[in-house]
C-alpha cells in the first residue's frame, strides 16, 4: 500500500529540548511538505522540499529546521528556538507535475510543557 | 502574495438542506483542491479542479471553479450528519500551496 506515514502520533518535550518528527513516503512522489496547524485554524507551510538535498523556507521557518537526504523522508526538527512550539504537525507530498494534488500523512501533535 | 478567503468560517446546517461554501483567491491560477478534515485527523482530498469552469462531483458534494472570477464554490446538497466536518480550500501557485482557513461545517438532525 503506498501512502505516507508519520510518526509518532503523539510527542510531549520539555521546553529547551530539540525533536524531530519524521515523515516518510512510498509514493514516489518527489516533493514533500511540512505544515503546521494550531487548534481552529488553517495551515501554516513550515518547509518544502521539491527535489532531493534541496529545500526551502516557508512562511514560519523559524525555530524548524528540515532535511532530505532521500527522496522517501522528510524529518522536521522543532528546535528549542521555535517559542510555540505545542501544534498538529502535517506532512505532505506530491507529484512536480500535473495535478500538484497534495497528499497528507496522518500527523503528529506536539505538546511541549 | 497569494490570499485565500474561505465562507462562511461556521456553517450549521440541518440535515436535508442545501448550502455552499464560497473560496476567493486573490492571485490568478487554475489549480485548485478541496479537502475535507475530521476533528483530530489529518486532510483528505476531496476535489481537484485545474481548469475554468471544472465541476467535479462525489456524492452530495459538488464543486466548481471559475478561474475568471477568482472563485470556487462547494455545493452539499440534502446534507447528511455525515458530511460533519471542516472543508479546506486551496490554492497553488507554481507549487506554493495556500489553504484557507477552514469552513467548520455540523450537520444537525
Known amino acids: 500500500d503506498g501512502g505516507i506515514t508519520q510518526s509518532p502520533k503523539y510527542l510531549f518535550r520539555k521546553e529547551g529540548q530539540n525533536v524531530t518528527l519524521s515523515c516518510e513516503q512510498n509514493l514516489n512522489h518527489d516533493a514533500m511538505y511540512w505544515y503546521r496547524q494550531d487548534p481552529g485554524q488553517g495551515l501554516r507551510l513550515i518547509y518544502y522540499?521539491?527535489?532531493?538535498?534541496?529545500?526551502q523556507k516557508g512562511d514560519i521557518a523559524e525555530g524548524y529546521s528540515v532535511s532530505r537526504e532521500k527522496k522517501e523522508s522528510f524529518p522536521l526538527t522543532v528546535t528549542s528556538a521555535q517559542k510555540n512550539p505545542t501544534a498538529f504537525y502535517l506532512c505532505a507530498s506530491s507529484l512536480n507535475s500535473l495535478p500538484y494534488e497534495q497528499y497528507f500523512g496522518p500527523g503528529t501533535r506536539l505538546t511541549v510543557t | 502574495e497569494l490570499k485565500v478567503e474561505q465562507n462562511p468560517l461556521f456553517l450549521s446546517m440541518q440535515e436535508g438542506k442545501n448550502y455552499t461554501i464560497y473560496c476567493n483567491y486573490s492571485?490568478?491560477?487554475?489549480?485548485l483542491y478541496w479537502y475535507r478534515q475530521d476533528p483530530g485527523k489529518s486532510l483528505e482530498s476531496l476535489f481537484v479542479l485545474l481548469s475554468n469552469g471544472a465541476v467535479k462531483q462525489e456524492g452530495r458534494l459538488m464543486a466548481s471553479l471559475d478561474t475568471k472570477a477568482r472563485l470556487s464554490t462547494l455545493h452539499i446538497t440534502a446534507a447528511v450528519h455525515d458530511l460533519s466536518a471542516t472543508y479546506f480550500c486551496a490554492v497553488d501557485i507554481d507549487n506554493d500551496m495556500r489553504f484557507g482557513a477552514g469552513t467548520r461545517l455540523t450537520v444537525k438532525p
Open positions: 492571485t490568478t491560477s487554475d489549480r
Open positions: 522540499s521539491q527535489i532531493v538535498n534541496d529545500f
